[in-house]
Nanobody, 121 residues
Framework: QVQLVESGGGLVQPGGSLSLSCAAS????????MRWYRQAPGKQRELVAD???????NYVDSVKGRFTISRDNAKNTVSLQMNSLKPEDTAVYYC???????????????WGQGTQVTVSS
């Protein structure tokens, strides 16, 4: 099967930086789009950033200029560099990856376990 393991969450002061990573492993033929979502307390999950296999990126307006999504296709990883963090960035962050499996060559989305990011003074 396919597993996604996230790391890098924690507590940081406003204006600080944090980097999240997500590593995919298992019966993977090819990975296509990779994304980062977040869910704040009492709010719906929102798409923060996505990146295509070729490296094209998109960001939600609230993080443009502060966050950078990147990927390493050789390592099957996606990262999110978060700078100038604000209290409103506090949320559980989830990676989401579109995987084409070796067994069927069909594509399916997989989710990481989530990692807590808390921005507070």
């Amino acid at each position: 099967q396919v597993q996604l393991v996230e790391s890098g969450g924690g507590l940081v002061q406003p204006g600080g930086s944090l980097s999240l990573s997500c590593a995919a492993s298992g019966s993977i033929f090819r990975i296509y789009a990779m994304r980062w979502y977040r869910q704040a307390p009492g709010k719906q999950r929102e798409l923060v950033a996505d990146i295509t296999r070729g490296g094209s990126t998109n960001y939600v307006d609230s993080v443009k200029g502060r966050f950078t999504i990147s990927r390493d296709n050789a390592k099957n990883t996606v990262s999110l560099q978060m700078n100038s963090l604000k209290p409103e960035d506090t949320a559980v962050y989830y990676c989401n990856v579109d995987v084409q499996k070796i067994s069927t060559l069909g594509m399916r989305g997989y989710w990481g376990q989530g990692t807590q990011v808390t921005v507070s003074s």
